[in-house]
């Protein structure tokens, strides 16, 4: 396992947490290529379905990241958004997921240091914890 590397998904603000990254890679600060970045409009836009869907497909974890709270764009999406992922971490052990799989951050847009360090963290903790059950009964 030790050339194990975890494909994490990010459903990530547009306004926000999309312009950290983008701030983190023109800063060319380091990173792991272990996100895959789904840009939303508002994280108030996301569907728990979307998340599910990620993990049982074989994704090994999943960020939400989006404005701090106050700062939405959308006034309150990212509120809506927080209610959504506490209710879910609470469901994905019925589905056979680890509650650590799924994270949710607030990175502003000129939080580009953050994102980066999220990104580290994450894909450390990740490894820690090991590929999704569901991705090593597949056959990929």
């Given at each position: 396992?030790?050339?194990?590397?975890?494909t994490?998904?990010?459903?990530?603000?547009?306004?926000c947490?999309?312009?950290?990254?983008?701030?983190?890679?023109?800063?060319r600060?380091?990173q792991?290529?272990?996100?895959?970045?789904?840009?939303m409009?508002?994280?108030?836009?996301?569907?728990?379905?979307?998340?599910?869907?990620a993990?049982l497909?074989g994704?090994?974890?999943?960020?939400v990241?989006g404005?701090?709270?106050g700062d939405?764009?959308?006034?309150?999406g990212?509120?809506?958004a927080?209610?959504r992922?506490?209710l879910?971490?609470?469901?994905?052990?019925?589905?056979?997921?680890?509650?650590?799989?799924?994270?949710?951050?607030?990175?502003g847009?000129?939080?580009?240091?953050?994102?980066?360090?999220?990104?580290?963290?994450?894909?450390?903790?990740?490894k820690?914890?090991?590929r999704?059950?569901?991705?090593?009964r597949?056959?990929?």
């Amino acid at each position: 396992m030790a050339d194990y590397e975890p494909t994490i998904i990010a459903f990530v603000c547009n306004w926000c947490t999309y312009t950290a990254a983008d701030l983190a890679g023109t800063s060319r600060l380091v990173q792991p290529p272990n996100l895959r970045m789904v840009r939303m409009m508002c994280t108030g836009m996301i569907d728990p379905k979307y998340i599910i869907k990620a993990l049982l497909e074989g994704a090994d974890a999943v960020l939400v990241s989006g404005c701090h709270p106050g700062d939405c764009h959308y006034i309150n999406g990212n509120l809506k958004a927080r209610r959504r992922m506490k209710l879910l971490k609470e469901i994905l052990p019925r589905f056979g997921f680890d509650e650590r799989r799924l994270k949710m951050t607030w990175i502003g847009a000129s939080e580009g240091i953050d994102f980066a360090e999220t990104a580290r963290q994450m894909t450390a903790e990740i490894k820690e914890l090991g590929r999704n059950d569901l991705r090593t009964r597949m056959v990929l």
